[in-house]
């Protein structure tokens, strides 16, 4: 077989096996930007007090900012009543949503996340509400009264008190009810923390995304350049 024709039969080859690496590297990114797209552990939810009032909170922190529509069900003996459906746009830095909702005590509450094509699934646990009510309510256990100390009676007569000079008896100090007691603080009062407010999921800040863009872009200029090498050795032959 001639020379020149052993030539451009390697240079096809070289050419044909450039062009499945620059077709690997672009499905390798297609795939790492699918990796980072909106998923169900960008949602967190909490059961928090504004006031008197309880609501729910739902925090998205998507960075790609997928439109989403969060929808609320409470469950009361075994069926559920809806409370309310909202749509959000994530944020890295978190975005958050309040449903309106007077919440009671110990009651479970499921939050469903649809945000097409990449989310159609319930928060995990959901959020179920603290063991007192916003603003206590019949929930608040109530001050035990401190009793008053009963003066004791004299047991002098009027005739000892004539004879006998009253000698100055020095008062004990009564601890007063303010001192002696200290209300314990109600520590189940306070609101649940958002999971999403103390620990934001991290969603792609420190990936390696612009690596494989970058050597899929390098791969895509030399499978240009071995083609047109290709082409025109080709007619260099061709011409000879």
Not at 10 to 25: E, I, K, P
Not at 112 to 137: E, M, R, S, W
Not at 152 to 164: L, R
Not at 169 to 174: A, D, E, L, N
Request: proline share 9%; charged share 20%; glycine share 12%.
């Amino acid at each position: 077989m001639p020379l020149p024709i052993l030539r451009s039969a390697a240079s096809r080859r070289s050419v044909r096996a450039l062009g499945v690496a620059t077709a690997t590297a672009a499905l390798a990114i297609g795939a790492a930007g699918n990796a980072f797209a909106c998923n169900i552990g960008e949602f967190t939810a909490a059961a928090k007090c504004e006031g008197d009032k309880g609501v729910i909170t739902v925090t998205d922190v998507d960075p790609s900012g997928v439109p989403a529509t969060v929808t609320v069900y409470r469950q009361d003996n075994g069926t559920e009543v809806e409370v309310g459906s909202q749509e959000v746009k994530g944020s890295r830095e978190g975005t958050t949503i309040t449903f309106a909702e007077d919440w009671k005590p110990k009651t479970t509450y499921r939050i469903h996340v649809l945000a097409k094509p990449y989310v159609d699934d319930d928060i995990k646990g959901g959020v179920t509400t603290p063991d007192t009510a916003c603003g206590g309510g019949e929930e608040e256990e109530s001050p035990t009264p401190t009793p008053t100390p009963t003066p004791s009676e004299s047991s002098s007569t009027p005739a000892e008190e004539e004879s006998e000079s009253p000698s100055p008896v020095p008062s004990s100090p009564t601890a007063s009810p303010s001192d002696s007691t200290v209300p314990a603080g109600d520590a189940s009062n306070a609101p649940s923390p958002a999971a999403g407010d103390s620990n934001l999921a991290e969603t792609g800040a420190n990936s390696n995304t612009g690596l494989i863009v970058g050597i899929a872009a390098v791969l895509v200029v030399v499978g240009g350049g071995a083609v047109f090498f290709g082409l025109r050795r080709r007619g260099a032959n061709s011409n000879g």
